[in-house]
Structure formats: structure tokens, C-alpha cells
């Protein structure tokens, strides 16, 4: 964990001031790191009987992909609003400053299917809840949320968590 961790630069006072930006990039960039991020995320959840991944708008899309395609397995992406043609559902959620929505395509999941919902980074949870709760307005089921950093000090995981999903990451960084 270590290695991925030394891969991911660190951008200060981005987006905004006092923010210290995690930049995975550097890290999908380097190929050991990838393949690293990729095997290991499998390798945790291997055993479980997953259908599809859910990849979260854009970063989740990467490593969603990856997943799906290395433990064959569909794909199916949450959008920012407005990204995918209709017929869509949404669901709103909070920012760090403010409001946004993600949507997913209405006949993407059924109730047979077990996902794994997967992004880069968790902060806040915002996004990762809203996924969740677009999951489970189809009928599927979400096995767990996964993701390559965690910043433990926003509570993201812990918000997770507490809807009765396993959560994991690769690495941890403290602040935001």
C-alpha cells in the first residue's frame, strides 16, 4: 500500500484554498501502480459473488472499467447530471460547497445483480451515498464500496459504513 501511496501526488490549494488535492493520475499513469491498484482491489474482493461494477463519475470510470473487465463482469457508469441520454434516474447529494445530482440508466441493474460501487477517492461519502441510493432504487444490490484512497478525517467511509455496506480502500490520508 505503501507504493500506491508514494505514487499519488499531492496538489495543494486545489480545487480550492486550504484543500490538498490527492491526484490519482500519477499514480494510473505508472503501470506497476495500476496493475498494483487493480490486483489488489481484486484480490480483496474476489470472493464475493459481485454481477457488475459501478463506476462513479470520471475517476471511478478508470478503475471500473479495469475491474470489469479483468473479473468479467459488465460495467455500468453513475453520471454527473445531464452526461447520459435518457431514460435516467437521479439522485441529489452534498458537496463540500453545495449541491449536485448523479444519474444512472433506469434498466441498468436488476434485483439479481450484486454490485461493487467503485471510485477513486472518498471524502465526504456525498457521491458514493448517491450512488448507493441509485443502486438500490433499481432493486439491485450493493456488496460493497471500494476505493483506492480514503481521507478518514471527513468521514466518508465511516457514512457508508453505517447504510450496512463493507467499505474499502488501498490507501489513507490524513486532512482534506
Known amino acids: 500500500m505503501e507504493n500506491i501511496k508514494k505514487k499519488i501526488r ?11 488535492f490527492r491526484d490519482v493520475t500519477t499514480l494510473l499513469m505508472d503501470e506497476v501502480g495500476f496493475r498494483d491498484v ?4 481484486i484480490e480483496h474482493w474476489k470472493d464475493r459473488e459481485i454481477t457488475k461494477i459501478v463506476g462513479i463519475d470520471a475517476r471511478g470510470f478508470i478503475l471500473g472499467g479495469a475491474l470489469a473487465y479483468r473479473m ?4 455500468v ?23 449536485d445530482s448523479l444519474e444512472i440508466f433506469e434498466q441498468s441493474l ?13 471524502a ?8 448507493v441510493k441509485l443502486v438500490r ?22 457514512k457508508i459504513s453505517s447504510l450496512g455496506i463493507e467499505t474499502f480502500a488501498l490507501c489513507e490520508f490524513e486532512g482534506h
Open 110 to 122: 436488476s434485483t439479481e445483480d450484486k454490485v461493487l460501487i467503485v471510485d477513486d477517492l472518498i
Open 72 to 75: 468479467k463482469l459488465g460495467f
Open 77 to 99: 457508469p453513475v453520471r454527473k447530471k445531464g452526461k447520459l441520454p435518457p431514460v435516467t434516474i437521479s439522485q441529489s447529494y452534498s458537496l463540500e460547497y453545495g449541491q
Open 38 to 41: 487493480v490486483d489488489q482491489t
Open 10 to 20: 499531492r496538489v495543494p490549494n486545489f480545487p480550492s484554498p486550504g484543500i490538498m
Open 137 to 158: 432504487a433499481l432493486g439491485a444490490e450493493v456488496l460493497g464500496c471500494s476505493f483506492i484512497i480514503d481521507l478518514p478525517d471527513l468521514g466518508g467511509m465511516k
Open 124 to 131: 465526504t461519502g456525498g457521491s458514493a451515498e448517491a450512488s
